[in-house]
């Protein structure tokens, strides 16, 4: 009896290990009905300033508001690192910032350590049967030959410097930054996100035999803000409204915010705001020109799909790897702990779904690796730190995390709850906004006494440890802040 009973067990774990491996050798509706393709669609910098998140009144994005209205908008979906890289690292990885210590721009690929080797996202989907393609900005910091079996069309990971960057302001002293705007060049096709579009059409409309893994990364809003004409044109600068702020936004906050966030290279508001805002509305038109022209390279993207083969049986993510501010806390920059540089736009769309929902819960760009592998039906990685967001696709009221993190630079956090965002700097000094009656973080309510619970509560969620910065680390640094703070950590 017993032996019969372990025959069995063998049999059956046999059928198991053979079954998906076979199903997946080809495409057929069942199969990839069990396993859904992946279109994995990332952009660069782009904020808030998308219609369907309501950043700023005048964005035209169409296109990421009817992909918004077929599945899920996370409106409470963060980064865990406020620039490119970092961001990256961590959603490809699935780990945190403060596990893995890449808390700035790394210089070179983390799937060369054995810890990471063959376990970032594209990577894990390939050995579990998935065709794997990416074309533009993935990674950051190293090649997405590295990362997909299929990567083009250039296999750049990354803005080419030269060739198409050109600067409209010689005389200002952060042009050395790439922080510019203008009409250039004259038409789409010259765009390397139009050439990117191009190529994930093409491979949209090839016959695959196995579930696809496509990942298509645009570069733009990032700076520098251009495109051609007929995308300022959709924007008449007369018209353009700018963001609210306040002058005098930094005084209630510590020293220590005031210094980690200072961008000197970067435009500040002074200058924004000379002759009756005129570069603040030629920056706000650049931005939403920009956002208006990706919106149009992600729609026919997504056209493409719908005509394809493959449109029912495909799984859509679209997400930013961090935000930007466009003037508000005196800065036209990532590189931040509050929310204009930490939400992103995050939409997830199940195959065949066809019902627009919103969830406000606190979510991460973390939460994109076991979402995938969940969805998909692979086996789920045990490392990931995130959490699959089934549930709240299921249910957005589903019981969920109290807040989610954001790290910039060693030892400096802030955690988005759902109605928080509680900022711990490494000197213990902390800031504190309730977005129910302040969405723009003006008032910092870190020192009043009734919001001592509040503050206990999410000191809690902070992570527990910070691991010392990873040895691919090798930025420059932006600030004196940060020159003293790569010096204390042995950075350089
Ligand atoms: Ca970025
Ligand atoms: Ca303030």
Same mark, same amino acid.
């Given at each position: 009896m017993k032996e019969s009973l372990q025959v069995i067990r063998r049999l059956l774990t046999l059928l198991l290990a053979v079954g998906p491996s076979a199903s997946w050798l080809v495409s057929t509706p069942v199969a990839a009905a069990e396993h859904p393709n992946v279109l994995f669609i990332a952009i660069d910098d782009l904020n808030d300033w998308v219609g369907c998140l309501g950043g700023h009144p005048q964005a035209i994005t169409p296109n990421i508001d009817r992909l918004a209205a077929r599945g899920m908008l996370f409106t409470n979906a963060h980064c865990q690192g406020p620039i490119c890289? &970092? =961001?990256?690292? *961590?959603?490809? *990885?699935?780990? !945190?910032?403060?596990?893995?210590?890449?808390?700035? @721009? /790394?210089?070179? =690929?983390?799937?060369?350590?054995?810890?990471? @080797?063959?376990?970032?996202?594209?990577?894990?989907?390939? @050995?579990?049967? !998935?065709?794997?393609?990416?074309?533009?900005?993935? &990674?950051?910091? !190293?090649?997405?030959?590295?990362?997909?079996?299929?990567?083009? &069309?250039?296999? =750049?990971s990354g803005p080419k410097p030269g060739g198409r960057f050109h600067y409209f302001l010689p005389d200002v002293p952060w042009t050395g930054t790439q922080t510019d705007w203008g009409a250039f060049p004259d038409v789409d096709s010259k765009m390397p996100d139009h050439e990117a579009a191009d190529w994930a059409i093409d491979h949209l409309n090839k016959q695959h035999s196995a579930p696809f893994f496509l990942a298509v990364g645009f570069h733009r809003p990032h700076v520098p803000f251009y495109v051609p004409q007929k995308w300022f044109d959709k924007f008449p600068l007369d018209s353009i409204q700018v963001p609210p702020v306040h002058d005098d936004d930094l005084d209630d906050v510590p020293e220590i915010s005031r210094r980690i966030h200072e961008t000197p290279k970067y435009p500040d508001l002074k200058f924004l @705001?000379?002759?009756?805002d005129k570069q603040f509305k030629l920056c706000v038109q650049a931005y939403l020109a920009c956002t208006t022209f990706v919106d149009h390279q992600v729609g026919r993207v997504l056209d493409a799909l719908r005509a394809s083969p493959y449109a029912d049986y495909t799984l859509i993510v679209l997400f930013s790897d961090h935000g930007y501010h466009i003037g508000e806390k005196n800065r036209v920059s990532k590189h931040g702990l509050w929310e204009e540089a930490t939400r992103v736009p995050l939409i997830v769309v199940r195959p065949n779904e066809n019902s627009g929902r919103q969830c406000d819960q606190p979510v991460g760009l973390i939460d994109l690796y076991p979402t995938l592998t969940d969805l998909c039906e692979l086996p789920h990685v045990e490392a990931n730190e995130g959490r699959s967001l089934r549930p709240l696709l299921d249910d957005p009221d589903a019981e969920w995390r109290t807040a989610i993190s954001t790290t910039y630079a060693k030892g400096n956090?802030?955690?988005? *709850?759902?109605?928080?965002?509680?900022?711990?700097?490494?000197?213990? =000094?902390?800031?504190?906004?309730?977005?129910?009656?302040? /969405?723009?973080?003006?008032?910092?309510?870190?020192?009043?006494?009734?919001m001592g619970d509040i503050i206990m509560q999410l000191r809690k969620e902070l992570p527990k440890s910070d691991a010392p910065y990873h040895d691919s680390v090798h930025p420059g640094p932006i600030n004196p802040w940060y020159a003293e703070h790569f010096k204390k950590h042995g950075v350089n």
């Open positions: 890289g &970092p =961001s990256r690292a *961590s959603l490809l *990885s699935g780990l !945190y910032p403060h596990t893995t210590g890449v808390y700035d @721009q /790394p210089n070179r =690929s983390l799937w060369e350590e054995p810890r990471f @080797q063959g376990k970032l996202l594209p990577q894990y989907f390939a @050995q579990h049967g !998935y065709h794997t393609m990416g074309v533009g900005k993935i &990674p950051h910091g !190293y090649l997405l030959e590295e990362l997909f079996a299929v990567a083009g &069309p250039k296999g =750049s @705001q000379d002759d009756d956090h802030a955690l988005r *709850s759902r109605r928080y965002r509680y900022i711990h700097f490494e000197d213990g =000094s902390e800031e504190l906004y309730d977005h129910e009656t302040d /969405p723009h973080e003006w008032t910092n309510l870190a020192n009043r006494p009734e």
